[in-house]
């Protein structure tokens, strides 16, 4: 049996961290480490391994079925005096921001639709679903129809059933219009998310902030902005980051509508990454485009994971 | 008959008296027992082997027709050689991103139909096919020159050349004759005279329809007009000439494609919208006098018993001051080096290849099948409808992409990143000037020829 006076030497000798780290670890630390290893793993095969060597792919000069050529930064110079790219830059945030502003709009509309007392009311909640759930392909494939300006039905309203054009118009043909419609395609398939999202914020806010508000004199748009709006700020701030990396990472449906035409005015960064990818068949600076969309993308997912953090702590 | 020699020993033994006749039958139910056991025994293993497979991409066109014919035969020499093919099927649409993740991956098919891209781009992945490309050539009178370009860099034949897409300027001749019209044979004024004559836009009815938006049907539009009015994206040595020594033809090439659009307003609405299959779609529902296709539209009419069927003409594509210039692309096979099966590849080569098997897979195709070698060009096939003539003409006439310089990864690049349709494009819809337009694509192309070593 050991004595008093043994214990602090057999202690010593037993391989563990100094007290610092032990402190810092915890007290069973090799089962931490255990506990966290497949995950570690995991994560360095799927994660952090495809990355770095995209990273250093995006750093040479990459074609098929050769070998990979370093070049420093010479693919991301190469991009940035690239007009294309830059138009392709600038037309992802005009479709990013302009998507989630009035997919914002319309989804509160739709919430506080959907909690105001109307019939059918879950029929409408089911019904305005409906664009969230269908494939994404499948509803791009569709507007390509209803907007194709000689056989699409939306011509054919607008022309021939309501007269209120003298002509088709070229929804898919011009700049402007092509922009708008890739945006109202994008909006159509997104607002759901953000109607259903602040529906289930707008029922967890207690009646009696409503109430008291209205006792105070309150009248709807009061309402609105001093209760409604902040109760649910973490949430709306929460969809539109989300809505906001979905969106500026949109593939199918502008590639489908348009491929980034006419002469360019809908190109945005991930049809571009795909173009230069399969089209121009140069892997190295088709890494380049995507990780060139990653500062503004970090730093949404920072500013998300933070309030995701703060809200849990709560 | 052979006997088995100790059947013939027992037999002598009895014969002799050395062994009673039931012995005889005990050893020799023993001998013939054991032999059809053993032999059933190998049989058996026999059939359990494996049979080599083989991994086939096909290319899935608009001519289902022909699609089947060639599955068939594929199958058929499979069946032949005890080889289990296992088929793959790219489109227009996903052909190239598949080649790239196979190849990426290290896991390419053994032998693959590609386009006129394929030879080119994948080189460095596929199998110097020399021998087997020359041997099919020499028996078939040699390749057109086209294909010969195509198939082949720096001596090397990277793939093996089998058809070339036919088509044309598809054109309503029920139309031209109730205006007492003739064919056109020239853009400038032919096709504009015609067009506008034949069309009515009260009725969305409309002369001419061809995009010059970012797709296939743009890409070979644009690459014409250009060498029409005797320009072009490359010189004879090669080199971009876009805004430098082909500037004034190219000026007045772009020019005359825009003012389709703008100027002579012979052009549908929405036009630069299109994809490949819109102007097929338009002509099908008679909005369309007169459009370039490939033979799939005449096909498509054909399969469907369509009305237009009988009331198309198909004629040579029309020309500009400079001549008529048709791009064609060559499909081809190829035979991928991570094969371990090279020789079977090159033997269903062969098979597919085949005249007679050739002739059953183009008279399914409707002007499709184009000949790549001379003597195909010669087959009568071509003259059994008034239709695929012009088809023939025009593919008789083809040039490669990089003409009149060398076909180049360059010049392939900038037709797969649709340059020449982004030029036309930035014209109509962001309003650059012509030479602004020009100059804007001649860095480009200048760029992709920098980035690929002056090739």
Same mark, same amino acid.
Request: hydrophobic residues 45%; charged residues 20%.
């Given at each position: 049996m050991a004595t008093v006076a043994q214990l602090p030497v057999e202690r010593a000798r037993a391989p563990r961290p100094r007290a610092g780290l032990r402190r810092r670890l915890g007290a069973d630390w090799h089962l931490g480490y255990l506990f966290v290893l497949p995950m570690a793993i995991m994560v360095i095969a799927l994660v952090a391994y495809p990355f770095c060597y995209a990273a250093y792919l995006s750093l040479t000069r990459k074609y098929v079925g050769v070998p990979p050529v370093f070049v420093g930064f010479e693919n991301y110079v190469r991009l940035a005096y690239d007009g294309f790219f830059?138009?392709?830059?600038?037309?992802?945030?005009v479709f990013t921001f302009a998507s989630v502003g009035v997919k914002l709009v319309l989804g509160m509309v739709m919430a506080l639709v959907l909690t105001s007392r109307i019939r059918y009311r879950n029929l409408f909640t089911g019904l305005l679903l409906i664009p969230w759930v269908a494939p994404t392909v499948v509803s791009a494939l569709n507007f390509l129809w209803?907007?194709?300006?000689?056989?699409?039905?939306?011509?054919?309203?607008?022309?021939?059933?309501?007269?209120?054009?003298?002509?088709?118009?070229?929804?898919?043909?011009?700049?402007?219009?092509?922009?708008?419609?890739?945006?109202?395609?994008?909006?159509?398939?997104?607002?759901?998310?953000?109607?259903?999202?602040?529906?289930?914020?707008?029922?967890?806010?207690?009646?009696?902030?409503?109430?008291?508000?209205?006792?105070?004199?309150?009248?709807?748009?009061?309402?609105?902005?001093?209760?409604?709006?902040?109760?649910?700020?973490?949430?709306?701030?929460?969809?539109?980051?989300?809505?906001?990396?979905?969106?500026?990472?949109?593939?199918?449906?502008?590639?489908?509508?348009?491929?980034?035409?006419?002469?360019?005015?809908?190109?945005?960064?991930?049809?571009?990454?795909?173009?230069?990818?399969?089209?121009?068949?140069?892997?190295?600076?088709?890494?380049?485009?995507?990780?060139?969309?990653?500062?503004?993308?970090?730093?949404?997912?920072?500013?998300?994971?933070?309030?995701?953090?703060?809200?849990?702590?709560? | 008959m052979t006997t088995d020699p100790r059947l013939r020993g027992i037999a002598a033994e009895l014969d002799a008296g050395l062994i009673a006749r039931r012995e005889f039958l005990r050893k020799s139910a023993i001998?013939?027992?054991?032999?059809?056991?053993?032999?059933?025994?190998? %049989?058996?293993?026999?059939?359990?082997?494996?049979?080599?497979?083989? %991994?086939?991409?096909?290319?899935?066109?608009?001519?289902?027709?022909?699609?089947?014919?060639?599955a068939k035969h594929v199958e058929a020499w499979a069946k032949e050689r005890n080889v289990e093919p296992e088929f793959d @099927?790219?489109?227009?649409?996903?052909?190239?991103?598949?080649?790239?993740?196979?190849?990426?991956?290290?896991?390419?098919?053994?032998?693959?139909?590609?386009? !006129?891209?394929?030879?080119?781009?994948?080189?460095?992945?596929?199998?110097?096919?020399?021998?087997?490309?020359?041997?099919?050539?020499?028996?078939r009178g040699g390749l057109l020159p086209y294909a010969a370009r195509v198939v082949q860099f720096n001596g090397q034949y990277f793939g093996i050349a089998?058809?070339?897409?036919?088509?044309?300027?598809?054109?309503?001749?029920?139309?031209?004759?109730?205006?007492?019209?003739?064919?056109?044979?020239?853009?400038?004024?032919?096709?504009?005279?015609?067009?506008?004559?034949?069309?009515?836009?009260?009725?969305?009815?409309w002369g001419f329809g061809q995009t010059l938006n970012r797709c296939d049907d743009g890409n070979g539009f644009m690459q014409n007009i250009l060498w029409d009015y005797g320009g072009g994206a490359w010189d004879k040595d090669g080199k971009p000439a876009l805004a430098t020594s082909n500037l004034k033809a190219n000026m007045a090439a772009l020019q005359f494609a825009v003012d389709t659009i703008q100027k002579h307003k012979i052009q549908p609405p929405g036009v630069m919208? @299109?994809?490949?299959?819109?102007?097929? $779609?338009?002509?099908?529902?008679?909005?369309?006098?007169?459009?370039?296709?490939?033979?799939?539209?005449?096909?498509?009419?054909?399969?469907?018993?369509?009305?237009?069927?009988?009331?198309?003409?198909?004629?040579?594509?029309?020309?500009?001051?400079?001549?008529?210039?048709?791009?064609?692309?060559?499909?081809?096979?190829?035979?991928?080096?991570?094969?371990?099966?090279?020789?079977?590849?090159?033997?269903?080569?062969?098979?597919?290849?085949?005249?007679?098997?050739? $002739?059953?897979?183009?008279?399914?195709?409707s002007g499709q099948a184009g000949p790549v070698y001379k003597s195909r060009a010669e087959h009568?096939? @071509?003259?059994?409808?008034?239709? !695929?003539?012009?088809?023939?003409?025009?593919?008789? %006439?083809?040039?490669?992409?990089?003409?009149?310089?060398?076909?180049?990864?360059?010049?392939?690049?900038?037709?797969?990143?649709?340059?020449?349709?982004?030029m036309a494009g930035r014209m109509v819809t962001a309003g650059l000037s012509l030479e602004a337009a020009l100059k804007e694509a001649h860095g480009r192309v200048e760029e992709v020829y920098k980035i690929r070593g002056g090739k």
């Open positions: 830059r138009r392709a830059v600038w037309n992802s945030f209803i907007f194709d300006a000689s056989l699409g039905v939306l011509n054919y309203l607008l022309v021939k059933v309501f007269r209120i054009l003298p002509q088709g118009v070229g929804w898919l043909s011009e700049a402007g219009t092509a922009m708008a419609s890739v945006i109202f395609v994008n909006v159509w398939r997104g607002f759901p998310f953000f109607g259903i999202s602040f529906l289930a914020g707008l029922k967890a806010i207690p009646g009696e902030l409503y109430e008291a508000a209205s006792v105070d004199g309150a009248n709807i748009v009061q309402r609105f902005r001093h209760v409604t709006l902040p109760s649910l700020r973490n949430i709306i701030i929460v969809v539109m980051l989300l809505s906001t990396i979905w969106t500026f990472n949109d593939f199918a449906i502008v590639y489908i509508l348009t491929k980034g035409g006419p002469g360019g005015a809908t190109q945005v960064l991930p049809v571009f990454t795909y173009e230069m990818a399969f089209g121009a068949q140069r892997l190295g600076e088709a890494i380049a485009v995507a990780l060139y969309m990653l500062p503004a993308l970090a730093m949404v997912i920072i500013v998300l994971s933070r309030y995701m953090r703060r809200s849990h702590a709560r | 001998l013939t027992g054991g032999t059809a056991a053993g032999l059933a025994v190998l %049989r058996g293993m026999a059939s359990a082997q494996p049979k080599t497979k083989l %991994r086939v991409w096909l290319f899935k066109s608009y001519v289902t027709g022909g699609n089947d014919i060639l @099927w790219a489109t227009f649409g996903d052909r190239e991103q598949k080649f790239v993740a196979a190849i990426e991956a290290g896991n390419p098919p053994d032998v693959a139909e590609m386009n !006129y891209q394929g030879p080119m781009r994948y080189k460095a992945a596929l199998r110097d096919e020399t021998k087997l490309a020359k041997d099919l050539a020499a028996a089998r058809l070339a897409f036919g088509g044309g300027l598809h054109v309503r001749k029920d139309v031209l004759a109730e205006k007492g019209l003739k064919l056109p044979k020239v853009y400038d004024p032919d096709v504009i005279e015609v067009a506008k004559k034949c069309q009515d836009p009260a009725k969305d009815i919208g @299109w994809n490949d299959a819109s102007n097929n $779609e338009a002509y099908m529902a008679g909005k369309l006098v007169s459009t370039n296709n490939g033979a799939s539209l005449y096909y498509a009419m054909g399969a469907k018993k369509h009305p237009l069927f009988e009331k198309t003409q198909v004629i040579l594509t029309p020309g500009g001051p400079a001549g008529s210039f048709v791009f064609a692309g060559a499909y081809n096979w190829g035979v991928f080096q991570k094969s371990k099966y090279h020789e079977l590849a090159e033997d269903m080569i062969r098979w597919v290849e085949d005249e007679k098997r050739f $002739e059953e897979y183009m008279k399914a195709c009568p096939y @071509w003259k059994s409808d008034p239709n !695929y003539e012009g088809m023939l003409q025009n593919i008789m %006439r083809s040039v490669w992409p990089g003409y009149p310089g060398p076909i180049s990864p360059a010049a392939i690049e900038v037709q797969a990143q649709y340059m020449l349709c982004d």
